[in-house]
């Protein structure tokens, strides 16, 4: 048996400050509701293995804050829809977790329907047996679907042999792919990336802000962790990651991005959301061959980014071509755009033993105002299909329409995530690319969900009376109104009033007659 152990075991509590950085305080200024109601979760809790197993959330504990009658509580000895009960005993590490998915006041999804609390020991078994000297790996889940779209892991398998990695992330993959289940999964605390985690079909959560596992995967050099939150353990980021999920779940089947709610709500759009939303850091890295940061995945988890973009809607490609395998693909020069540039695609593309599949979204990139520049990024994520062991081969492209010229690339050929991710970008027309490469393949087509964002971030100032009013578009979020006075040396600073939010946009109103000040915005 492999046991499993918590990614982090210091109890804390949810600040404010945490969801103003995540986006949830303005998410919850601007839209209704938009807090996880009606979906069902699932929290898996490894702390100790000794009877009675510690694994449960205690519903009155401080931070957690829910009633009794929302939790089953399930071991391998029965389920239990009562606290206290015989199965177990509470766990300090999963009230904390329970505080920051789903807790009031301070949780991402405060109104899910339900939550199923698991011990982990006996939710996933993985075990292995030595016969003449091979060792053989078995990996096991619930034999039948849980009905929880989102599954929150807090913990970790340890140092395990690449073979044994391998057989948790097919396991895990099937069993997402089967039943449309997202697995939220702690990175670890340092060193490598650790299983659960490593499964393609979910998502790996490292920290923002402490000490991290840094990628890739140990058995092919996959791009994980997929993103981060600010906390000091990955015990306590990746329920923050889970419970925008849910959000996200209960906004695509609300009809939030559109009629396409299925499709809204498949785990491959959700990833994808959650992805293109996430801010980079200054120090944020990609490569054509690799999709995302070693260190931070796609970036800082932001909820209202990743909602904003599932309100775009769903857009289709414009044109569809087939080009001989590992022929040039350039842009088609189609009429017609995507009308938004923010939203967000679920669509499938196919290829052959000889030709590769390529769909085209051209995006009229402009704003009227002069001299504006933007930045870029998508996101395509597709499943490893149920029982496989390889992947479909999907990359990413973005063109100038205009020239035919290559601007960005992701094109890994171990990853079913591809991103793009430019700043600075002038206005233009822009060919975006989803290519499916023929040859050997798994399947001849594959479904796979794209989010993008297009924009330019526009700061205005006016004078009322003795005092300037500061405004910028409310989204995208992430940016810091920073200020300096006029002279040398210029030394930025965010010493500036917290912005209000008023009629979609950031408002901060500050003492203009002090002198000269220079005003900017920064991301991190």
């Known amino acids: 048996m492999i ?11 949810v600040r404010a400050s945490i969801l103003d950085t995540i986006g949830v305080t303005v998410l919850r200024t601007v839209t ?4 996880g109601a009606g979906i069902r979760v699932a929290q898996v809790e490894a702390e100790a293995t000794n009877p009675p197993p510690t694994f449960e959330v205690n519903p009155n504990a401080d931070a957690v804050g829910q009633p009794v009658s929302l939790f089953t509580y399930i071991t391998s000895s029965g389920t239990s829809s009562t606290y206290p009960n015989s199965l177990g005993a509470e766990s300090g590490h999963a009230d904390t977790v329970a505080s920051y998915f789903y807790g009031i006041p301070g949780g991402v999804a405060t109104n899910v329907v339900h939550v199923d609390n698991y011990d982990a020991n006996y939710f996933v078994i993985l075990e292995y047996t030595v016969i003449r000297g091979v060792t053989n790996y078995i990996s096991l889940l619930p034999s039948t679907n849980i009905s929880a779209p989102v599954v929150n892991q807090s913990f970790i398998m340890g140092a395990l042999p690449v073979a044994a990695q391998q057989c948790s992330d097919t396991n895990y993959d099937t069993y997402a792919a089967r039943y449309n289940t997202l697995f939220v999964s702690g990175a670890g605390n340092g060193g490598q990336v650790y299983a659960p985690s490593t499964c393609y079909n979910g998502i790996s959560v490292a920290v923002y802000g402490a ?15 997929d993103i981060t939150a600010p906390e000091n353990y990955t015990s306590f980021s990746t329920p923050q990651v889970a419970g925008a999920a849910a959000v996200l779940f209960q906004a695509g089947l609300r ?16 990833k994808a959301l959650l992805l293109n939303g996430a801010i980079k850091p200054a120090d944020w890295t990609n490569g054509p061959f690799s999709p995302l940061d070693a260190r931070y995945g796609a970036g800082v988890l932001n909820i209202f980014n990743s909602y904003k973009q599932l309100a775009g809607g769903k857009q289709g490609y414009t044109d569809s071509v087939s080009v001989t395998t590992n022929a040039p693909h350039p842009p088609t020069g189609a009429s017609g755009s995507v009308p938004t540039l923010s939203g967000w695609d679920f669509n499938t593309n196919s290829s052959t033993s000889t030709t590769d599949g390529v769909k085209h979204y051209y995006f009229d990139v402009t704003n009227d105002v002069s001299g504006a520049t933007f930045t870029a990024t998508a996101t395509l994520v597709w499943n490893r299909q149920q029982n496989k062991t390889a992947i479909n081969n999907l990359d ?8 035919s010229n290559l601007i960005a690339s992701c094109a890994s050929p171990v990853d079913n995530v591809e991103q793009i991710f430019i700043e600075n970008l002038p206005p233009g027309r822009y060919d975006l690319q989803v290519l499916k490469n023929g040859g050997a393949t798994v399947s001849s087509s594959e479904t796979y969900a794209l989010a993008f964002e297009f924009f330019s971030m526009s700061l205005n100032i006016a004078l009322a009376d003795t005092n300037a009013v500061i405004t910028w578009p409310v989204y995208p979020a992430g940016f810091v109104l920073e200020s300096t006075t006029l002279g040398s040396p210029v030394n930025w600073n965010t010493n500036n009033p917290a912005p209000d939010v008023i009629n979609g946009q950031n408002q901060v109103v500050t003492n203009a007659s002090s002198g000269g000040q220079l005003f900017r915005l920064r991301r991190p």
């Open 211 to 225: 000490p991290s596992s840094i990628g890739p995967t140990l058995d092919n050099g996959r791009a994980k962790p």
């Open 396 to 403: 990413l492209f973005l063109y100038d329409a205009n020239s």
């Open 32 to 35: 209704t509701n938009v807090n």
């Open 255 to 270: 009809g939030d991005g559109g009629s396409a709610t299925n499709a809204a709500a498949d785990i491959r759009t959700v």
């Open 3 to 13: 046991f499993l152990v918590a990614a982090g075991c210091v109890l804390t509590t």
